[in-house]
């Protein structure tokens, strides 16, 4: 006669099977590219971003920007609304005063994602095309990684500065 299996052996089959069960139910990564535009006005009545914090002297190192910039489907300002940013800027580079550090939320408040929002860090240079890290997210896109691009694609004014840029996200997510 054979020996019957021990309770323990029989156990440990049991837990792995339950672990190769609810690991075949977990759902698979997509990818979600968004392209977007970001409308900052500088200055003036309709500011979306100011100056909070600005260093003694000359330097503009250590000078700090909040901002509620304006999340639209195109270039002009007549596109439709998608959302809006809420952002912190550092001016974080003795070397070069156009180097910041960049944190932002992107809060999509119409359409598909309505609800959801990525989160982004990474460094700015004004003038440059710029790569960022998305660290996070919201919603549809709750535990997303990847990377933006974004690029400077008009700027006009002087005093009251209005700027676009366009950024395409490629977003990782559950």
Do not use: C
Not at 31 to 57: C, E, K, Q, R
Not at 109 to 123: A, F, H, L, P, R
Not at 139 to 158: E, V
Not at 160 to 169: G, I, P, R, S, T
């Amino acid at each position: 006669m054979a020996p019957s299996p021990s309770l323990p052996l029989l156990l440990l089959l049991f837990l792995f099977a339950d672990v190769a069960t609810a690991s075949s139910d977990e759902p698979k990564e997509k990818m979600t590219h968004l392209h977007f535009y970001f409308h900052v006005y500088y200055g003036g009545p309709n500011a979306t971003t100011v100056t909070v914090v600005s260093p003694p002297g000359n330097s503009t190192f250590g000078s700090i920007a909040v901002g509620n910039n304006i999340l639209k489907e195109g270039p002009e300002s007549s596109s439709m609304l998608i959302g809006r940013t809420y952002d912190l800027t550092v001016q974080a580079s003795v070397e070069s005063p156009s180097a910041y550090l960049y944190m932002l939320n992107l809060v999509f408040t119409s359409g598909e994602y309505n609800g959801s929002s990525i989160s982004v860090v990474g460094k700015e240079v004004v003038g440059e095309t710029m790569e960022r890290t998305i660290v996070g997210g919201t919603g549809k896109f709750r535990m997303a990684w990847g990377y933006t691009i974004s690029r400077l694609i008009s700027s006009t004014g002087t005093t009251e500065l209005f700027l676009v840029y366009e950024h395409d996200a490629y977003i990782y997510h559950h």
